[in-house]
């Protein structure tokens, strides 16, 4: 029987290029035995990614006058393309600043809040007077408490290896002015660690295969007992508390970097799609079940009510709305499957897994034919996934999937990384400072500006004006008053998305003839 693993190589910070220790000391010995698991047939996954909110980010960004979005994305890439070039092949390769990631991370804090394992507590903290900014732990440098040694961070000792509360260091230096900080008070979310001991222990006693020293070396802060810790930092840099009373608070990196694991591992599944899934448990068969639950039968329903809707924008040649509400059946189909959780079922229910697999290929379905008018290749190319014809007609919507035979599945798009986006959006800002320099009208005096009479005005009616390839006739509304006026605006607007709208008049314009 093939035994399912998940490997994982420590999460590399997003600080710099990857080095020899990186490869010797995470990613290696991990490869090598994600190959030997491979060579025995078993089903191995190889997950990793960067750390892109930790302290030595925003302090590298601050050096170089940039952000740390920006440093995040720039050694993202550049570790990503160093492993590919040592044939370290990670089945997914993430970062921490991903979306998704911030997303899982939120729903974590929100579900320890919930279920009361987080409080908020007002505490002190050390504050730098020249920048005006809190400092957070690893913003803080001086004498450790316990043992002496100078260069502790506000955390942690590396010399001793105690965890440290950063007001409890001697001599404390800010690291952005190098002058001594102040305390202020602040407010903070609190861990409640004390809380999982118990768990923790009964967990590490099945951790029979761990080294003594490591397992020693936890057991040990256990016994020293454990402490709330402050999971929230007074930054701009990281994953946004998700309160609105959390405003200009993250999320702490050591608490949210673990859970980097679990998005990037969920980032894999994403792009695998369910294909993975209906091989493993169906053989890529996907059946029409002889009963729907009620759950179905409303979702379905709903999408043949959209398609009904989409048909309608096509004939009146609003194709903007039909592409918007094609997406429709797209997010019905994704809130469809996250409910329905197949993943979790077909080992408990097969039948329910497979009902759900059906529904989201019927989804796929209507999706070929509806979105086939503008993106015909692709949509092509999703039909050969399905194993359906290449050629679709309207009529197929009023029938429905029967059975088909999956076939080789692909991803319908490419993702657009960060990098990429980061990449255009500096070519925009770029194309607009060497644009041609705006064209100004001569300067008008401020009495002039005072003669002006703006009057926001309703629009009761518009209508085309023969002949006239700009104009538009429009009658409008000022309180009381009706006035008929003309505006090129034909080119923009059709008259009848201008009735009931209201606009800015120039209200004193001097009339005159136009078109004769």
């Known amino acids: 029987m093939k035994e399912k693993i998940l490997v994982t190589s420590a999460l590399t910070y997003a600080n710099g290029k990857l080095h020899i220790g990186h490869v010797a000391g995470s990613y290696l010995n991990a490869d090598v035995f994600v190959r030997f698991q491979k060579l025995l047939e078993n089903d191995v996954i190889y997950i990793g990614g960067?750390?892109?909110?930790?302290?030595?980010?925003?302090?590298?960004?601050?050096?170089?006058?940039?952000?740390?979005?920006?440093?995040?994305n720039r050694y993202n890439k550049s570790i990503k393309e160093s492993l590919?070039?040592?044939?370290?092949?990670?089945?997914?390769?993430?970062?921490?600043?991903?979306?998704?990631?911030?997303?899982?991370?939120?729903?974590?804090?929100?579900?320890?809040?919930?279920?009361?394992?987080?409080?908020?507590?007002?505490?002190?903290?050390?504050?730098?007077?020249?920048?005006?900014?809190?400092?957070?732990?690893?913003?803080?440098?001086?004498?450790?408490?316990?043992?002496?040694a100078e260069g502790a961070r506000g955390d942690q000792c590396d010399n001793c290896g105690k965890l440290i509360d950063a007001l409890t260091l001697k001599n404390p230096i800010s690291k952005i002015s190098g002058e001594p900080p102040i305390i202020k008070e602040t407010s903070h979310w609190y861990l409640n660690l004390p809380k999982f001991e118990p768990k923790l222990r009964k967990w590490l006693e099945t951790k029979t295969y761990w080294k003594d020293n490591v397992l020693n070396f936890i057991l040990s802060w256990l016994d020293e007992g454990l402490i709330e810790r402050s999971i929230t930092r007074d930054l701009d840099w990281g994953v946004p508390v998700p309160l609105p009373e959390a405003e200009g608070k993250v999320l702490y990196v050591w608490f949210d970097a673990p859970i980097g694991y679990i998005s990037s591992t969920k980032e894999w599944a994403i792009k695998k799609?369910?294909?993975?899934?209906?091989?493993?448990?169906?053989?890529?068969?996907?059946?029409?079940?002889?009963?729907?639950?009620?759950?179905?039968?409303?979702?379905?329903?709903?999408?043949?009510?959209?398609?009904?809707?989409?048909?309608?924008?096509?004939?009146?040649?609003?194709?903007r709305k039909a592409a918007k509400t094609a997406m429709d059946i797209a997010r019905l189909g994704n809130k469809y499957f996250d409910e329905t959780q197949p993943w979790k079922t077909v080992k408990e229910d097969k039948t329910k897994a497979a009902e759900t697999l059906y529904v989201c290929a019927e989804l796929l379905r209507k999706i070929s034919i509806v979105f086939a008018p503008i993106i015909p290749k692709s949509m092509q190319r999703l039909r050969k996934m399905l194993n359906l014809?290449?050629?679709?007609?309207?009529?197929?919507?009023?029938?429905?999937?029967?059975?088909?035979?999956?076939?080789?599945?692909?991803?319908l798009f490419r993702k657009i990384t960060d990098e990429e986006i980061e990449t255009q959006i500096k070519l925009l800002q770029n194309s607009e400072k060497k644009g041609e320099k705006i064209s100004h009208k001569t300067?008008?005096?401020?009495?002039?500006?005072?003669?002006?009479?703006?009057?926001?005005?309703?629009?009761?009616?518009?209508?085309?004006?023969?002949?006239?390839?700009?104009?538009?006739?429009?009658?409008?509304?000022?309180?009381?008053?009706?006035?008929?006026?003309?505006?090129?605006?034909?080119?923009?607007?059709?008259?009848?998305?201008?009735?009931?709208?209201?606009?800015?008049?120039?209200?004193?314009?001097?009339?005159?003839?136009?078109?004769?």
């Not at 921490?96 to 987080?118: D, P, V």
């Not at 290449?390 to 080789?408: F, I, P, R, V, Y």
């Open 389 to 411: 014809p290449e050629k679709s007609t309207w009529k197929e919507l009023e029938n429905s999937l029967t059975e088909t035979q999956l076939g080789k599945i692909e991803p």
């Open 443 to 516: 300067e008008i005096e401020y009495d002039d500006f005072g003669k002006l009479e703006l009057r926001i005005v309703k629009i009761i009616s518009a209508e085309i004006i023969p002949k006239s390839s700009k104009l538009l006739k429009l009658k409008i509304k000022m309180q009381s008053e009706e006035r008929e006026i003309v505006a090129g605006i034909k080119q923009s607007y059709k008259p009848e998305e201008l009735v009931g709208k209201k606009v800015a008049l120039l209200a004193n314009l001097k009339p005159r003839k136009v078109m004769g």
């Open 50 to 72: 960067s750390d892109d909110h930790g302290a030595p980010i925003s302090i590298v960004a601050e050096k170089e006058n940039t952000s740390p979005q920006e440093i995040a």
């Open 84 to 148: 590919a070039g040592l044939n370290i092949q990670l089945d997914n390769f993430s970062g921490t600043s991903h979306k998704e990631h911030h997303k899982l991370s939120q729903e974590f804090f929100l579900n320890l809040l919930e279920n009361g394992y987080i409080t908020k507590k007002t505490t002190k903290q050390f504050y730098d007077k020249k920048f005006k900014r809190f400092l957070p732990d690893r913003y803080v440098e001086g004498v450790c408490p316990y043992c002496g």
């Open 273 to 319: 799609g369910t294909f993975v899934f209906s091989q493993k448990y169906f053989d890529g068969t996907i059946s029409k079940p002889q009963n729907l639950s009620d759950y179905s039968k409303e979702v379905l329903e709903e999408a043949k009510r959209i398609t009904i809707e989409i048909a309608d924008s096509y004939k009146n040649y609003k194709v």
